[in-house]
T-cell receptor, first 113, second 114 residues
Framework: ETGVTQTPRHLVMGMTNKKSLKCEQH?????MYWYKQSAKKPLELMFV???????ENNSVPSRFSPECPNSSHLFLHLHTLQPEDSALYLC????????????FGPGTRLTVT | GDSVTQMEGPVTLSEEAFLTINCTYT??????LFWYVQYPGEGLQLLLK?????DKGSNKGFEATYRKETTSFHLEKGSVQVSDSAVYFC?????????????FGKGTTLSVSS
């Protein structure tokens, strides 16, 4: 399944670094999502973009900054992260209607040291 | 608010055993329901879905029926294989608005031994 790709797959960064996660979807969808998956916690929605416009920010700290330049690409810019931000970051996409399934990328495993 | 509750794991089975993972939901209106599977080191893959009451979703030998009267969407498989070992997530989408995020259960880990 290569409909949604994410790079890098693994990332180790220090607390003072700045890095970016990239997501690209090849499914012709118009909605894109960032989720955070931490050990022993439910999947957490972070951001939603619909037709490049941010429609939901789930009280995410400002050290996470999303960017959606077009309907196929989604970025998550990271700066001044904390060790508790270590997690698997998942990108997903869907058609823009409601009540529909989402398609996920393989995730970026982030470790903050 | 809308929510999904699924049985706590881990579920440990022998190969060829029958599998049931329970999922119940709370939602206003008529949600769409999904099961996703996550293999180690990978993202979530859509396993099956159902969009209205009494619909049965099925894929790869897995089945789940949308039961509105019991607000349930239990996942079943008649004969599990070692390769089915993974984490299974029940999810719903309850809003018609564009770009609506899914609401997930906490996940159930399935471990199948030969």
């Amino acid at each position: 399944e290569t409909g949604v790709t994410q790079t890098p797959r693994h990332l180790v960064m220090g607390m003072t670094n700045k890095k970016s996660l990239k997501c690209e979807q090849h499914l012709g969808h118009n909605a894109m999502y960032w989720y955070k998956q931490s050990a022993k916690k439910p999947l957490e929605l972070m951001f939603v973009y619909n037709f490049k416009e941010q429609t939901e920010n789930n009280s995410v700290p400002s050290r996470f900054s999303p960017e959606c330049p077009n309907s196929s690409h989604l970025f998550l810019h990271l700066h001044t992260l904390q060790p508790e931000d270590s997690a698997l970051y998942l990108c997903a996409s869907s058609t823009s209607g409601g009540l529909v399934e989402q398609y996920f990328g393989p995730g970026t495993r982030l470790t903050v040291t | 608010g809308d929510s999904v509750t699924q049985m706590e794991g881990p579920v440990t089975l022998s190969e060829e055993a029958f599998l049931t993972i329970n999922c119940t939901y709370t939602a206003t209106g008529y949600p769409s329901l999904f099961w996703y599977v996550q293999y180690p080191g990978e993202g979530l893959q859509l396993l099956l879905k159902a969009t209205k009451a009494d619909d049965k979703g099925s894929n790869k030998g897995f089945e789940a029926t949308y039961r509105k009267e019991t607000t349930s969407f239990h996942l079943e498989k008649g004969s599990v294989q070692v390769s089915d070992s993974a984490v299974y997530f029940c999810a719903l989408s309850a809003r018609q608005e564009a770009g609506t995020a899914l609401i997930f259960g906490k996940g159930t880990t399935l471990s199948v031994s030969s």
